[in-house]
């Protein structure tokens, strides 16, 4: 009971540390910037609010993998580099509890940076609600999948960032490694690939599981490759701090 009250202390610690250097870090607000500049470019020399009596943000939200892209690597580029440069995770390392929760700790805290973004970017498109009609119902459909959508890249984004004590390396790396999965459906699907080829493509792909999100649709399978995200992201980090830990 004490070593489970011990480590949800330890998650909750972390997650308040982090929280606190990352609003206070320039790389949140230039995250922040970049991504509503960027959801806001769907809205740009368009008028199809005020010709059609269902509008739908079909494109607002379409433009959000390509967001996540440069977004995620922004703000987890520095979460291991500055300890290791700090040499506070050799600290990390030598508490008695399992790096698990370490991970977990600054999981969360990006969750609670990602959810403030996501808030402050629903200015955006609820500034034009007033101009036509809209289906509230899909449009929050839409923002929950953006959540959950983006809290998985957020996992595999964190745990690349411990790949490298430089985070332009490791911004690199997982810029690269989202970008892949989110174009490699699009580059591919009018290739006359092999069937099962095409749909393991097609699963692995970030942009094919967010077509449906951004029509207003849930779909529980993309809810399941979404925590498969989470928790391969969090087992990547724990298994690359892992190693480094013993060959130290």
């Known amino acids: 009971m004490n070593l489970e009250k011990t480590n949800k ?3 909750f610690f972390i997650t308040k540390k982090e929280f606190r250097m990352m609003y206070k870090s320039s790389s949140f607000y230039a995250a922040s910037l970049f991504f509503l500049a960027g959801a806001a ?5 368009s008028d199809s609010w005020f010709n059609a009596d269902l509008s739908d943000l079909k494109n607002f939200f379409l433009n959000m993998p390509l ?3 440069v977004v995620t690597p922004m703000l987890t580029m520095s979460s291991w580099s500055d300890e290791k440069k700090q040499f506070t995770d050799k600290f990390l390392f030598s508490l008695p509890v399992s790096i698990r929760y370490i991970v977990l700790g600054k999981y969360l805290s990006l969750i609670l940076i990602w959810s403030i973004m ?4 629903l200015v955006i498109p609820l500034s034009v609600f007033s101009l036509a009609y809209f289906d509230s119902g899909s449009f929050f459909v839409s923002y929950i999948s953006i959540f959950l959508f983006g809290a998985g890249i957020i996992s595999i984004s964190l745990g690349l960032s411990a790949v490298s004590g430089k ?3 490791n911004f690199l790396l997982s810029f690269l490694t989202v970008l892949f999965f989110t174009i490699i459906y699009p580059l591919t ?5 092999p069937l099962l080829l095409n749909e393991i493509i ?3 792909s970030f942009n094919h599981h967010f077509e449906s999100a951004a029509r207003g649709l849930f779909d529980s399978r993309d809810l399941i490759f979404y ?3 989470v928790v391969l992201g969090i087992e990547l980090n724990v298994f690359i701090l892992t190693q480094q830990r013993n060959v130290r």
């Open 202 to 204: 097609s699963y692995l």
């Open 167 to 169: 985070p332009e390396i």
């Open 41 to 45: 470019i769907a809205f740009i020399g």
């Open 67 to 69: 967001l996540f892209c």
């Open 118 to 121: 996501l808030a402050l970017s």
């Open 227 to 229: 925590l498969i995200l």
């Open 189 to 193: 699907r009018n290739l006359n690939l």
């Open 9 to 11: 202390n330890l998650i």
